[in-house]
């Protein structure tokens, strides 16, 4: 059986939708003595302290200096920099994580910060809602969710066993997996379909009468679009911070585009039925 895992302060870097929720599994499940935000909106922060999801709000310097456990969930390009930040006043043998959707770059650089001072495990929990904030944030945020932690040769199994059973104990199954393999896979199962949702959306937004045909758009729509209400900040760090596999997905993306498009204007019904039939016969693979 995994051993559960204490802190006694645990400290939250960006106190939105999944620190918000990771906070109160900390707290609720009692798995810290003490949860401290950290982040730059001050209005946030104080919603999720006057909501009980954090016991105390702290400058990142304070927080680093008395955590036992940091848990980084600032959008992925400010996670580095914050680590930077940080870094001279995390304590020594502390466990920092993040929960960022890219994991290369991010883990390489984590690893090199913490030097032999602390430790940083990678951590990318599949969960999320198209709500941000404090507010939005939920304890069964996790539940029965995956979650990828990207361990290296470097990475202490001591440390990385504290990881998987943190997420464990959100209810998350753990699954571990090369940060450079992680970054493929997600451009392709996560990362694309965002880009093509905020693409089909502009496409409908710069046509002249794109207001007056939204009100005809029906489940289809509704269904391939939500991902567009995402935060746009954050979905604008995750494509620069994956650009080479997002770039190459979106590559594939056209390339099918444009045999839909050849197939329509040849009126190759034929054509168009195998490749629709292969995508129906592929998706009901997906459970």
């Known amino acids: 059986m995994n051993k559960k895992p204490y802190f006694d302060v645990a400290a939250i870097f960006g106190v939105g939708l999944i620190g918000g929720s990771i906070a109160r599994v900390l707290k609720n499940r009692k798995l810290a003595g003490k949860v401290v935000g950290v982040g730059r909106g001050g209005l946030n922060l104080k919603t999720a302290l006057e909501l009980g999801i954090l016991d105390e709000i702290a400058q990142p310097e304070k927080a680093a200096a008395e955590a036992d456990l940091i848990i980084i969930c600032t959008p992925v390009l400010s996670i580095v920099p914050t680590l930077e930040k940080i870094a001279p006043h995390v304590k020594n043998g502390a466990l920092v994580t993040d929960a960022g959707s890219t994991k290369k770059e991010i883990v390489e650089n984590g690893e090199r910060i913490a030097g032999?001072?602390?430790?940083?495990?990678?951590?990318?929990?599949?969960?999320?809602?198209?709500?941000?904030?404090?507010?939005?944030?939920?304890?069964?945020l996790f539940e029965n969710r995956k979650c990828v932690i990207t361990p290296t040769a470097a990475t202490s199994p001591e440390k990385l066993g504290l990881v998987e059973n943190?997420?464990?104990?959100?209810?998350?199954?753990?699954?571990?997996?090369?940060?450079?393999?992680?970054?493929?896979?997600?451009?392709?199962i996560s990362h694309l379909p965002h880009m093509v949702a905020y693409a089909l959306v502009n496409v409908m937004c710069d046509l002249p009468n794109g207001e007056k045909l939204l009100g005809f758009a029906g489940g289809g729509f509704r269904d391939t679009t939500?991902?567009?209400?995402?935060?746009?900040?954050?979905?604008?760090?995750?494509?620069?911070?994956?650009?080479?596999?997002?770039?190459?997905?979106?590559e594939k993306m056209t390339g099918r585009l444009g045999e839909i498009e050849s197939a329509i204007k040849a009126g190759d019904r034929e054509k168009l039925l195998a490749f629709f039939e292969k995508a129906n016969r592929f998706r009901e693979k997906l459970r």
Do not use: C, Y
């Open 116 to 140: 032999e001072k602390f430790f940083f495990v990678g951590s990318h929990p599949i969960a999320g809602t198209e709500k941000s904030g404090a507010q939005s944030s939920f304890e069964t």
């Open 166 to 188: 943190l997420w464990r104990s959100a209810g998350m199954e753990v699954v571990t997996m090369d940060p450079g393999e992680h970054d493929g896979i997600f451009a392709a």
């Open 226 to 250: 939500r991902i567009a209400s995402s935060p746009p900040e954050m979905w604008a760090d995750v494509a620069l911070a994956n650009s080479e596999a997002i770039t190459l997905m979106i």
